[in-house]
């Protein structure tokens, strides 16, 4: 059985985006290595992990596109639920995040917003689906 278990973004500074995810969503630290190379985040039952980009290039020979905010952001996201999709984007700007498209009311229902991190990850943050 293969069980989906953490996702890892390569950043610049591993601990300053631990605290910036920590302060905009309130999610707890598993840990940070005490190189600054690597940490983890506990979500629910995924992980959300951070490696810097200098221990990523040791790991992928022919390097990686690096995500920089002042980009536009890679064709895939993260994506948090909320009850309340304003306030949370409100408090993740608030912490650091960039606002790319304030919160709509899809055709179905479902209330969806994006930010980036300071990194240029983006992020949706919606409401649960039914």
Do not use: H
Not at 44 to 56: P, W
Not at 86 to 97: L, P, Q, R, S, V
Not at 114 to 129: A, V
């Amino acid at each position: 059985m293969i069980k989906f278990a953490y996702t890892i973004f390569y950043v610049k500074d591993v601990t300053k985006t631990i605290l910036f995810y920590e302060e905009a969503f309130g999610f707890k630290r598993k840990f940070i290595a005490e190189t600054n190379e690597y940490g983890e985040l506990s979500t629910g039952e995924t992980t959300l992990s951070f490696a810097a980009i200098d221990l990523a290039s040791k790991n992928l020979s022919n390097g990686f596109i690096e995500s920089d905010s002042k980009n536009k952001p890679f064709g895939m996201e993260i994506g948090f639920t909320t009850d309340d999709v304003e306030k949370a984007m409100d408090k993740a700007i608030k912490a650091g995040a960039i606002l790319v498209e304030k919160a709509k009311t899809k055709p179905w229902g479902q209330t969806v917003g994006y930010i980036k991190d300071s990194n240029g990850f983006l992020i949706e943050i919606c409401t649960p689906m039914g």
